[in-house]
């Protein structure tokens, strides 16, 4: 069957992409005369389902008999924890654009996979939960493990959130949530009561109150009408200074953004979620943008004239232009998501690749003047700003260094994920990705613990290409070391052993630590920020992989060379200096005020390189201040 979903460069679909499952057909019927679960096993095989991840429990114990029956045709991922299974499922849906899929048992497994569902909702990807429920015989009791799951799914999977009854509206119901999950790019829910798994699968009969449902779903090709087309090429052709913002729903439309941006003589700042639409060696590419963002993003949207927004949801506005002082144009395949952030003059409800090529004939071509070089002599002026911060001398290595350092190592094709917290900033601004490679992390709803399973999850979908994590000491004591003990159970089936776990260790949640001097004015709270020192390369040594620890800031390239040549996967470990500030590009004068006054009270940092950093602090607010 083709792998329609999982093409070579098939990654690169994000939001607005077209979605696939592998070929989804109604030709092949299902053997009767196996239970309701054997027969939801086959269905969502044929819905060209081939990997789900997830913990077993006696609520699911039916469906997980049929996935034994089923010898593989379906591979089964145990994880250490549901939570996890549902963002490797997220994260299935961003590396391949086919439906993720997770499973867990009734009552605690199936609240232990909501964070991971709401990672999957925020960032638009099709995902589907499946669940067990107490016997319906018990539903209503206060039953042992008996919760309210359609109450609790409602929000997070409310585009479809059922509980299977009879047999006979299985079919229906699994249809539907697949089909509604892979069109609408929602999370959906099917729960099945564990009496009812074991019961012999019945066809809906042909009477009055039954449903006889279908296979297969196609993304449509979505493009604007010719007059919205015309609107948008005109406010675009009369700008002279234009900006764009790309982000994940431009994923599959490199290309187009590289050809309009030429055009228009633009420069293009990129969402985080939209890291991979551009490679960041093109010199009018001012890269992240907000509060992870560059300082050329910054001076992008506060200088341009005209703003082009493709395929993304990059929520603060305060990174945009003022309102009014820019005409925009939005691309988005989602409508609810247009004209959300800045009042856009024309809306165009799209997918990215196929409305750019459209809109392009319309566009004048500019010929190449100061706006551009201004651009890109503001970024060329940032590499070097962030060269020199990633190399400042830090107790003991400073993060950003290590982030600076991987960036030129990393291998082609590579795929990358980070966690929330400080380590996301560099990501973000440090690494240069190159065409070709992938990442991705939870950006919309930015939680921490993320990162391991969306490795786990992109080595399972790629096993051939390496794959590297960021991760802060704090995002892994939470979840993401158990999971290293998942990496352990399965490396060896992967075609290449290259999976590498970089941990900052700082003994801090230091991106919070940050927030609450510099937007609160707060001095650091001991109480809340601090955190034990673990030995993760030793953790990894203990579960079988290799570890490898750095605390001197020379050892930083040559111990990423070793890790990236190891013959199984790595927890590469480096002891990082919390004193090293994650700032936003740009901080107001009310950050800074807030700031010093932190460092008024009793910061236990005082006197270290914290003084330092006043410096750099005050320094961006007032230009020219040393
Ligand atoms: C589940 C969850 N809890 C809390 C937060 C708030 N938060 C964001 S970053 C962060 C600190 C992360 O610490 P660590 O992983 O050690 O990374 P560091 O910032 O120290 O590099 C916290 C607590 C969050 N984003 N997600
Ligand atoms: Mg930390």
Known sequence: ???????????????????????????????????????????????????????????????????????????????????????????????????????????????????????????????????GQQARTALGGHYQQEVDLPSMFKDVAGAYVQTATMPTQVRHVTDRAIRIALAERRVTALIFPNDLQDLDYEDPPRAHGTLHSGLGYAAPRTVPYDRELKAAAEVLN????????????????????????????????????????????????????????????????????????????????????????????????????????????????????????????????????????LVEGWTRAWWKTLEERAMQPANPINPQRVAWELSP????????????????????????????????????????????????????????????????????QMNNMAELITVAKYWRQWSSPHWICAVFNNEDLNQVTWEQRVMEGNPKFEASQRIPNVPYHKFAELVGLKGIYVDDPERVAPAWREALAADRPVVIEFKTDPEVPPLPPHITLKQAKAFASSLMKVDPAEGSAILGTAREVLASVLPGTK
């Open 1 to 131: 069957m083709a792998e329609i979903g999982a093409t070579n460069d098939g990654w690169n679909r994000g939001r607005a992409a077209p979605v696939a499952t592998r070929q989804a057909t109604n030709e092949a019927s299902i053997p009767m005369g196996g239970s309701v679960g054997d027969y939801f096993v086959e269905r969502l095989h044929q819905w060209g389902v081939r990997r789900i991840y997830g913990y077993p429990g006696d609520g699911i114990n039916g469906i997980f008999g049929a996935l034994q029956r089923a010898k593989g045709k379906i591979e089964f991922v145990q994880c250490r924890h549901e939570e996890m299974a549902a963002f490797m499922a997220s994260a299935h849906a961003k590396f391949t654009g086919e439906l993720g899929v997770c499973i867990a048992t009734s009552g605690p497994g199936a609240s232990h996979l909501i964070t991971g569902l709401y990672d999957a909702r925020l960032d638009h990807m099709p995902v589907l939960a499946i669940t």
């Open 238 to 373: 009369a700008g002279k200074k234009v900006a764009m913002l790309v982000g994940a729903g431009a994923l599959n439309a490199t290309d187009e953004v590289i050809e309009i941006a030429d055009r228009l003589g633009a420069g293009v700042a990129k969402a985080l979620l939209g890291k991979a639409v551009l490679p960041d060696d093109l010199p009018w590419v001012t890269g992240p943008i907000g509060l992870l963002g560059t300082k050329p993003s910054w001076d992008l949207m506060s200088q341009c004239d005209t703003l082009l927004v493709v395929g993304s949801g990059f929520p603060y506005s305060e990174f945009l232009p003022k309102e009014g002082a820019a005409r925009a144009v939005q691309i988005d395949v989602a409508p609810e998501m247009l004209s959300l952030r800045y009042p856009m003059e024309v809306n165009l409800v799209g997918d990215a690749a196929e409305t750019l090529r459209t809109l392009m004939p319309l566009i004048t071509k500019k010929p190449v003047g100061a706006w551009r070089g």
């Open 409 to 476: 190592l990393v291998p082609d094709r590579a795929i990358l994920t980070s966690d929330s917290g400080s380590c996301a900033n560099w990501y973000a601004r440090d690494i240069k990705i190159r065409r070709g490679m992938m990442c991705s992390l939870s950006g919309g709803l930015a939680s921490m613990g993320a990162a391991v399973p969306y490795a786990i999850a992109a080595k399972f979908a790629h096993p051939g290409r390496p794959v590297i994590a960021l991760v802060g000491d704090g995002a892994m």
